[in-house]
């Protein structure tokens, strides 16, 4: 049986619309999918595109280029492409929440993210600091959020923080935590039996053994030494100007780095459009596009779908790994 895959398109004045439209154009042989939105906003979608779109019942075949299998959440109002609606800010919870049902109850066997407008969501009167801490608190699980493409992974030991709040928030519990999750993860969700992380200093050069900050000589070192013995190959902690040359990259699996822009930006720029953001931890996979709304091009047919795409053949894969493990 295929991999049984959740797709959320995310706010709907955004492009998460019409890149769904796209994906349905495609034949899939690696897994089946099941579409969790409004219905008149796929509609308008496929209709800007030009695109046919067929939108099924969840337990009919797909079978011709635009169909797509559909469990209606219905917005509260139409959809502008372009503005978003802050009356539409439950139906993009709904969507995210209950797909993510689907997957814990095992009916599901993954799912796939559009991008969300915090914004919108939160001047819709519900507190949201992303889709990560949402679907974590739902399944009562620690995550770790990992964005990967065909060239680095990078997985992350605080997320959303302001600057100030990083060193604080990276403790010695945190950061093994952090460490073991993503070692989990690549041996169960990507095969990889003996995983290698490079782990990153919080300062300029690793902290020049202590004489520009001590959290790696505090925290880190000690946390990497408790876990190598048992059995983590860790390497670092690496200054992060030098971690991500080629040649070293060759020898890890993926890098841990201690904040949000630490270690990004070196993904996006090897490879933005291909990226992909995982969420690691959880009991099934969760996978995302790496980019944001883009409400400037929604509704124009100019959106680079390749994230989505991508990020639906690493779900389905990794559905297809857990499933064989």
Same mark, same amino acid.
Do not use: W
């Given at each position: 049986m295929l ?5 959320v &398109? ?13 994906l349905?154009q ?9 579409a969790f939105?409004?219905a008149a906003?796929?509609?308008s979608? +496929?209709? +800007?595109?030009g695109?046919?779109?067929?939108l099924?019942?969840e337990? %009919?075949?797909?079978?011709r280029? /635009?169909d ?8 509260a109002?139409?959809?502008?492409f372009g503005?978003?609606?802050?009356h539409n800010?439950r139906?993009v ?5 209950? %797909?993510?049902? +689907?997957c ?7 799912m796939?993210t559009g991008?969300?407008? !915090?914004? +919108?969501?939160n001047?819709g ?8 801490e949402?679907l ?7 995550v770790?959020?990992m964005?990967?493409n065909?060239?680095?992974?990078v ?5 959303h923080?302001?600057?100030r709040d990083?060193?604080e928030a990276?403790?010695?519990a945190?950061l093994?935590?952090v460490?073991?999750?993503?070692d989990?993860a690549?041996r $169960? ?11 990153l200093g919080? $300062?300029?050069h ?6 520009l /900050?001590?959290e790696?000589i505090e925290?880190i ?6 876990l190598?013995?048992q @059995?983590?190959?860790?390497i670092? &902690?690496l200054?992060a100007?030098t971690?991500?040359?080629?040649? !070293?990259l060759?020898g890890f699996?993926?890098v841990?780095a201690?904040?949000h822009?630490q270690?990004?930006p070196?993904? !996006?720029?090897s @490879?933005?459009e291909?990226?992909?953001n995982?969420?690691l931890?959880?009991p099934y ?10 409400l400037?091009?929604?509704? !124009?047919g100019i959106?680079?779908p390749s994230s989505l795409?991508a990020?639906v053949?690493?779900?389905a ?8 493990h």
């Amino acid at each position: 049986m295929l991999p049984r895959l959740a797709l959320v &398109p995310g706010e709907p004045a955004g492009i998460g619309p019409e890149l769904c439209v796209r994906l349905a154009q495609q034949p899939r042989t690696d897994c089946t999918l099941l579409a969790f939105a409004d219905a008149a906003t796929l509609a308008s979608a +496929a209709e +800007a595109l030009g695109l046919p779109l067929q939108l099924i019942d969840e337990d %009919a075949v797909a079978t011709r280029p /635009g169909d797509l299998r559909l469990r209606p959440v219905p917005n509260a109002a139409p959809t502008t492409f372009g503005r978003t609606d802050p009356h539409n800010a439950r139906a993009v919870i709904d969507a995210l929440t209950r %797909a993510a049902g +689907a997957c814990l109850a095992g009916e599901l066997d993954g799912m796939v993210t559009g991008p969300v407008h !915090k914004a +919108a969501i939160n001047a819709g009167g519900i507190a949201y600091s992303g889709t990560t801490e949402l679907l974590a608190e739902q399944a009562g699980r620690p995550v770790v959020m990992m964005l990967a493409n065909e060239i680095v992974r990078v997985a992350l030991a605080t997320t959303h923080l302001p600057l100030r709040d990083v060193p604080e928030a990276i403790t010695a519990a945190a950061l093994e935590e952090v460490l073991r999750i993503t070692d989990q993860a690549l041996r $169960n969700d990507f095969g990889i039996a003996h995983p290698t992380l490079a782990v990153l200093g919080l $300062n300029p050069h690793a902290g020049e053994a202590g004489h520009l /900050g001590r959290e790696e000589i505090e925290v880190i070192e000690p946390v990497l030494l408790a876990l190598r013995e048992q @059995g983590l190959d860790l390497i670092g &902690p690496l200054p992060a100007d030098t971690a991500f040359l080629p040649q !070293k990259l060759r020898g890890f699996d993926a890098v841990v780095a201690m904040y949000h822009d630490q270690g990004l930006p070196v993904l !996006k720029y090897s @490879g933005f459009e291909q990226a992909v953001n995982l969420t690691l931890g959880l009991p099934y996979p969760r996978v995302a596009v790496d980019h944001g709304t883009a409400l400037e091009l929604a509704g !124009k047919g100019i959106a680079d779908p390749s994230s989505l795409f991508a990020a639906v053949a690493t779900c389905a894969r990794i559905a297809a790994i857990r499933h064989a493990h």
